[in-house]
């Protein structure tokens, strides 16, 4: 079944500044990449998602990259604000009739 | 709020037991999707139903099962429970269940404590 590994699972980064999660993914059939952020004791909530189909997708200060051939996609967002701080989860999915895969999660630390 | 709406929002019970977690997905969504959150396994897919039928299956024990009613709203059943259960069990709910993937809206969970 499908793998994936996200990175780093702790990342601190000075407010203001940009911060990077990535993950790869081992299902050349997934097709689906969302990410969601989770706060403390509340339910995951997609913040973006990518299709197998685009490279690139961007949202106000939120990014995603896909790069299909190395499977491998990452969330990128910049002017990082104290309300960024949350645990970050990619995920993959061969498509409607099918569960998504998580990773491990990211915990973002925003320092003031 | 995304729509998703699960009871109980806590479980307290005893190793042995049988518990039963309710799920009702947004208005038009058919899909319903169960996940496992532990600090352990992270965020584990259980199983899917999709308009009342069975669609996609992940990592779920013999020891669960789980249906989905023609209203829609889906059940959970968790039986012969073991501490390794305790977790927060979210469900989700999309429109699609077919090739075209759809967003998954999550519920706010039941946190299941085994003792």
């Known amino acids: 079944g499908e793998n994936v590994e996200q990175h780093p699972s702790t990342l601190s980064v000075q407010e203001g500044d940009s911060a990077v999660i990535k993950c790869t993914y081992s299902?050349?059939?997934?097709?689906?990449f969302p990410w969601y952020k989770q706060e403390l004791g509340k339910r995951p909530q997609l913040i973006i998602d990518?299709?197998?189909?685009?490279g690139e997708k961007k949202d106000q200060r939120i990014a995603v990259t896909l790069n299909k051939t190395a499977k491998h996609f990452s969330l990128h967002i910049t002017e990082t604000q104290p309300e960024d701080s949350a645990v970050y989860f990619c995920?993959?999915?061969?498509?409607?009739?099918?569960?998504?895969?998580f990773g491990k999660g990211t915990h973002l630390i925003i320092q003031p | 709020d995304s729509g998703v709406t699960q009871t109980p929002k806590h479980l307290i019970t005893a190793t042995g037991q049988r518990v039963t977690l309710r799920c009702s997905p947004r208005?038009?969504?058919?899909?319903v999707y169960w996940y496992q959150q532990s600090l352990d396994q992270g965020l584990q897919f259980l199983i899917q139903?999709?308009?009342?039928?069975?669609?996609a299956k992940g990592n779920i024990l013999e020891r669960f099962s789980a249906q989905q009613f023609p209203d829609l709203h889906s059940e959970l059943n968790l039986s012969s429970l073991e501490l390794g259960d305790s977790a927060l069990y979210f469900c989700?709910?999309?429109?699609?269940?077919?090739?075209?993937?759809?967003?998954?809206?999550f519920g706010p969970g039941t946190r299941l404590t085994v003792l």
């Open positions: 995920a993959a999915s061969r498509g409607g009739a099918d569960g998504l895969t």
């Open positions: 990518i299709r197998s189909n685009v």
């Open positions: 208005s038009g969504d058919l899909s």
């Open positions: 989700a709910s999309s429109v699609s269940g077919y090739e075209i993937p759809g967003e998954q809206f």
């Open positions: 139903y999709y308009n009342g039928e069975e669609r």
């Open positions: 299902d050349s059939a997934s097709n689906y």
